[in-house]
């Protein structure tokens, strides 16, 4: 797993998802911690609440990882209010389990981002299931 320095420089709230994407299909799961603000949550599956803090998040990110996955991704709606902005995102994820069986995995996203104070966005609420 490597981390890019700039991974965590999205300049607007659309390239946090994108680069959060793209840490995932690279499998920089660094990078993609970068991502969360501090005291961020993620809803890890349908059927469990959300959780909250970096390590937890990490935890919870480690097994998605381990997919070795792909996903890609359909903005539907960006609502940006000030320094917030919920995005809605029709995504699609192809993958592998620890046996070798191939996992697919679709959603509709609600995701909250934040204007750090440096400008650069960041993940402050995701919930891969929320927007369904």
């Known amino acids: ?7 965590a420089q999205a300049s607007t ?8 994407a793209a840490c995932l299909n690279a499998g920089d799961l660094g990078g993609a911690l970068a991502l969360y603000l501090p005291g961020a ?9 959300a ?4 390590e937890r998040i990490g935890e919870a990110l480690r097994a998605l990882f381990a997919l070795e996955p ?5 903005v539907q709606r960006v609502h940006e209010a000030g320094d917030t ?3 809605i995102n029709r995504w699609r994820l192809a993958g592998t389990n620890p046996t070798g069986a191939a996992v697919e995995m679709s959603g509709t996203s609600a995701d909250v ?3 750090r ?6 993940i402050l609420v995701d919930d891969p299931w929320g927007g369904a």
């Open 1 to 7: 797993m490597t981390t890019d320095s700039t991974t």
């Open 13 to 20: 709230p659309v390239e946090a998802l994108a680069r959060f």
């Open 85 to 87: 902005a919920l995005i």
């Open 41 to 49: 949550v993620f809803r890890p599956a349908p059927d469990q609440d």
């Open 70 to 74: 792909t996903i890609t991704g359909e």
């Open 113 to 115: 981002m934040r204007r």
């Open 117 to 122: 104070a440096d400008g650069t966005w960041g």
């Open 51 to 54: 959780i909250s803090g970096r």
